[in-house]
């Protein structure tokens, strides 16, 4: 029984960590699907943001010349795109996602898929008008 018990509280330990967003991912391009970019998830005071870490198409030392505000001629290596996000049940939303190849700001909304891919999805006002990504994990 106690094996049992043991067997259990890892199983449920080791869904939980699955379900977490946190962590590196691989972007894709949508028709290509060449690899993009490198990106961090992380968790600050319990709401989520995500930041280039590298990118697959353009110099290590690239700045977004698109970019506005503060960002504007930042590097593109650092550059935080994923701003505000907030758990929700199965999805993390109330954020904004910022495109740094038009330096455009969208709303934004991120959901784990089942096979383990993110679903990013920006958009304007209603999210029936946007684009949605999928992101992949990176494994080590």
């Given at each position: 029984?106690?094996?049992f018990?043991?067997?259990?509280?890892f199983?449920f330990?080791n869904?939980?960590?699955?379900?977490?967003i946190?962590?590196?991912?691989e972007?894709?391009?949508?028709?290509t699907?060449e690899?993009?970019?490198?990106?961090?998830?992380?968790?600050?005071?319990?709401?989520?943001?995500?930041?280039?870490?590298?990118?697959?198409?353009?110099d290590?030392?690239?700045v977004?010349?698109?970019?506005k505000?503060d960002k504007?001629?930042?590097?593109?290596?650092?550059?935080v795109?994923i701003e505000?996000?907030e758990?929700?049940g199965?999805?993390y939303?109330?954020g904004t996602?910022?495109d740094?190849e038009n330096?455009?700001?969208?709303?934004c909304?991120?959901e784990?898929?089942d096979?383990?891919?993110?679903?990013?999805?920006g958009y304007?006002g209603?999210s029936l008008?946007g684009?949605?990504?999928y992101?992949?994990?990176?494994?080590?």
């Amino acid at each position: 029984m106690k094996l049992f018990g043991l067997f259990c509280l890892f199983l449920f330990a080791n869904l939980s960590l699955a379900q977490n967003i946190t962590g590196e991912w691989e972007t894709y391009d949508d028709e290509t699907q060449e690899k993009k970019a490198l990106i961090n998830i992380y968790e600050s005071n319990g709401k989520y943001f995500a930041k280039i870490v590298r990118s697959y198409i353009s110099d290590q030392d690239a700045v977004c010349e698109n970019c506005k505000g503060d960002k504007k001629d930042q590097p593109i290596a650092g550059l935080v795109i994923i701003e505000g996000l907030e758990e929700d049940g199965d999805e993390y939303n109330g954020g904004t996602i910022m495109d740094p190849e038009n330096g455009k700001t969208y709303k934004c909304y991120i959901e784990l898929m089942d096979d383990g891919k993110l679903k990013v999805r920006g958009y304007l006002g209603i999210s029936l008008l946007g684009r949605t990504q999928y992101w992949r994990r990176k494994v080590s």
